[in-house]
């Protein structure tokens, strides 16, 4: 009981690091401070770092903080609370049908005003993974095809959704699409994507001890 109020208490301190570092990286792309508050203010952030790296992972190295289990990953890039990366995209799973939630701020703009590209394939790739982990087993994306429709707009509530298309053994074949939650209906940027559960010795060349994550 101690070790999960330990873990507990660690993931609310990580996803708290995450929401703070989140706002200043929104602050840091939409300043307009003088210069010199520019030079101090990365000064102050540089002093922050060494505390933080006295204890650090390196690759191969999961975050105690997801518990060792294959479930949580809360310094993912997508869904992270953890990763200031992240937008970070919610997702809740019914029905097999993966939706995600997420309002992208400055920090990911593209086009003026709009969202990037990349950033809308960082989701679609997410929300297709879901998709295809609701089989059993996470997998990876060896095919991701997308259209852009028109511009994702920033500040502005997003839904993400994808569903199985096609299952073939270790394959997943899904499709996914981004709108905005005011108009569901309207396709901003859609995405068909093939995953599979890697083979056992694909799984052990690719992730050696790590392998019980990911098939
Ligand atoms: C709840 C958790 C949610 C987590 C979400 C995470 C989402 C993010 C996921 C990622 O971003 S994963 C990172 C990006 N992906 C990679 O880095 C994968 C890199 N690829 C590989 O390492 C290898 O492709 C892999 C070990 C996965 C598989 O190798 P294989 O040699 O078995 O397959 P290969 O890649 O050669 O694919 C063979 C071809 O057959 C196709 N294929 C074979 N059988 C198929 C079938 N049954 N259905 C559909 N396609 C099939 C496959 O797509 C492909 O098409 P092409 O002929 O066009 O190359």
Redesign the pocket.
Known sequence: MAAEDDLAERRRAARELGAALRELTDAAVTTEVDTATLTEVAEQVRALVPPLAAARRTRGEPATVDGGG??S?TY?P??GPGNPIAPPMR?EVVDGTAIGRCTLGLAYEGPPSYGHGGISALLL??????V??TRGK??????LDLRYRRPVPLLTPLRIVGQVE?V??????AFATISTEEDPDTVLVEARG???V??AE??A??FGGLERLVR
């Open positions: 294959r479930g990953r993912s997508a869904v997702v790739d997410q929300i297709l993974g879901h295809h982990a996470a997998g990876m994306t060896v095919k096609r073939d053994g270790r394959w997943t074949e093939v995953f599979v890697p083979n694909q799984a060349r690719l």
